[in-house]
């Protein structure tokens, strides 16, 4: 059964880059052709998408973190990952991984989340 | 302010049927499937209902979807104390080169 895992700091400086890992067991993730994707909600508020990376490699970001978003796969880890660029408070919310069989499809399998404050 | 509209709360006791609403517009439910998440707080979210009316896997069928024109309602019936969560629907936008939208939530309350 397919399961994922988020990790990384919990506590990142402002201007600086968050990097943050989520661990894929109980499957390849170079062989599930699904869609490894990035989610976060910020304390007390909704869901925002944040992007997601298809099996075959293509990116789809929120155009509105489009410019300080990177995320990437790494089959030799079963990892996949997300880096944000010049955090700011603003950024400090609970990070999830999920995944879905198409882009447009639900999202049927979720990480626990992980969270991240942005703080000098 | 989110893409898809929902309201803030909603509320009902014990056995009732409620109904939780989510507008959107023609690039996002108008063109495409809505999907459903429960989130207990705490907790991850939980898919409820895909393709706008099609429950995963374990699910209870107390659980439905509809969607009509730019708009789209889950109801719960039967309602439980456990159901008790926020509640959230997504579609994929079109727009800005496309985008998953999501509404700001619906806080239900069961008296």
């Known amino acids: 059964q397919l399961q994922l895992q988020e990790s990384g700091p919990g506590l990142v400086k402002p201007s600086e880059t968050l990097s943050l890992t989520c661990t894929v067991s109980?499957?390849?993730?170079?062989?599930?052709?699904?869609?490894w994707g990035w989610i976060r909600q910020p304390p007390g508020e909704g869901l925002e998408w944040i992007g997601s990376?298809?099996?075959?490699?293509?990116?789809y970001y929120n155009p509105s973190l489009k410019s300080r978003v990177t995320i990437s796969v790494d089959t030799s880890k079963n990892q996949f990952s997300l880096r944000m660029s010049s955090v700011t408070a603003a950024d400090t919310a609970v990070y999830y991984c999920?995944?879905?069989?198409?882009?447009?499809?639900?999202?049927?399998?979720w990480g626990q989340g992980t969270t991240v404050t942005v703080s000098s | 302010q989110s893409v898809l509209t929902q309201p803030p709360s909603a509320s009902g006791t014990p056995g009732q049927r409620v109904t939780i609403s989510c507008s959107g517009s023609?690039?996002?439910?108008?063109?495409?499937?809505v999907n459903w998440y429960q989130q207990v707080p705490g907790t991850a979210p939980k898919l409820l209902i895909y393709?706008?009316?099609q429950r995963p896997s374990g699910v209870p069928d107390r659980f439905s979807g509809s969607k009509s024109g730019t708009s789209a309602s889950l109801a719960i019936s039967g309602l439980q104390s456990e159901d008790e969560a926020d509640y959230y629907c997504?579609?994929?936008?079109?727009?800005?080169?496309?985008?998953?939208?999501f509404g700001g939530g619906t806080k239900l309350t069961v008296l």
């Open positions: 999920a995944t879905n069989p198409c882009i447009t499809c639900g999202l049927d399998l």
């Open positions: 109980g499957g390849s993730i170079s062989s599930i052709k699904y869609y």
């Open positions: 990376m298809s099996y075959s490699g293509t990116t």
């Open positions: 023609t690039s996002n439910i108008g063109s495409r499937t």
């Open positions: 393709s706008n009316n």
């Open positions: 997504a579609a994929w936008d079109d727009s800005l080169n496309g985008r998953v939208v």
